[in-house]
Nanobody
């Protein structure tokens, strides 16, 4: 059974930083594009960052460009999201997800496997 687990998350003050990690049990991890999504109460799920299976290309939502950075370690089957200069509007449940070598890896609808999510709360 495929598992994606995101420990971490938590409460941080505005302007602070937080690093999320996602550990996976995916076989052939280096064939999956990985994404970080978030969903705030009353809002639609949003793809905030994604990274291609070989790590060459990345995608960021406009709302997080310059503040968030996604990275992956194919040897450890993990993907990380470094979040800097956090704002109260970044408060949401953050989830990692995986899609197999999809040409549409920038589209949330293509993701096949999901973690359970972790809460990130940014206080003002």
């Amino acid at each position: 059974q495929v598992q994606l687990v995101e420990p971490g998350g938590g409460l941080v003050q505005a302007g602070g930083s937080l690093r999320l990690s996602c550990a996976t049990s995916l076989r052939y991890f280096d064939n999956y594009a990985m994404g970080w999504f978030r969903q705030a109460p009353g809002k639609e799920r949003e793809l905030v960052g994604a990274i291609m299976w070989n790590g060459v290309s990345t995608y960021y939502a406009d709302s997080v460009k310059g503040r968030f950075a996604i990275s992956r370690d194919n040897a450890k089957s993990t993907v990380n999201l470094q979040m800097n200069d956090l704002k109260p509007e970044d408060t949401a449940i953050y989830s990692c997800a995986a899609t197999w070598r999809s040409n549409n890896w920038r589209l949330g609808s293509t993701y096949e496997f999901w973690g359970q999510g972790t809460q990130v709360t940014v206080s003002s």
